[in-house]
Nanobody, 115 residues
Framework: QVQLVESGGGLVQPGGSLRLSCAAS????????MSWYRQAPGKQRELVAG???????NYADSVKGRFTISRDNAKNTVYLQMSSLKPEDTAVYYC?????????WGQGTRVTVSS
């Protein structure tokens, strides 16, 4: 079965850092474009960062210069390194894997940025 399992969320102070991980199983990971989305309370889910199967990255304007997405195909894992965190980054962060007609989601990991 296909599984995407996020981890690394938690409570962090403004200006702090967190590293999220998404471990994939049940898919040919190297074929997939991987992305991180987030959903804040009362808001719609939005794309935060993406990395293609070839390693090309893209970021939402709100996180450029602060977040870095990366992938380790040998470990079937995608990461989101988050730095200089702001209260506005508070959300549940979801991992997404997409290839062709296939589109899979993890259960999410919660990030709270607060003093």
């Amino acid at each position: 079965q296909v599984q995407l399992v996020e981890s690394g969320g938690g409570l962090v102070q403004p200006g702090g850092s967190l590293r999220l991980s998404c471990a994939a199983s049940g898919i040919a990971f190297w074929f997939y474009d991987m992305s991180w989305y987030r959903q804040a309370p009362g808001k719609q889910r939005e794309l935060v960062a993406g990395i293609s199967s070839g390693g090309t990255t893209n970021y939402a304007d709100s996180v450029k210069g602060r977040f870095t997405i990366s992938r380790d195909n040998a470990k079937n894992t995608v990461y989101l390194q988050m730095s200089s965190l702001k209260p506005e980054d508070t959300a549940v962060y979801y991992c997404n894997a997409k290839f062709s007609i296939n589109n899979f989601w993890g259960q999410g990991t919660r990030v709270t940025v607060s003093s």
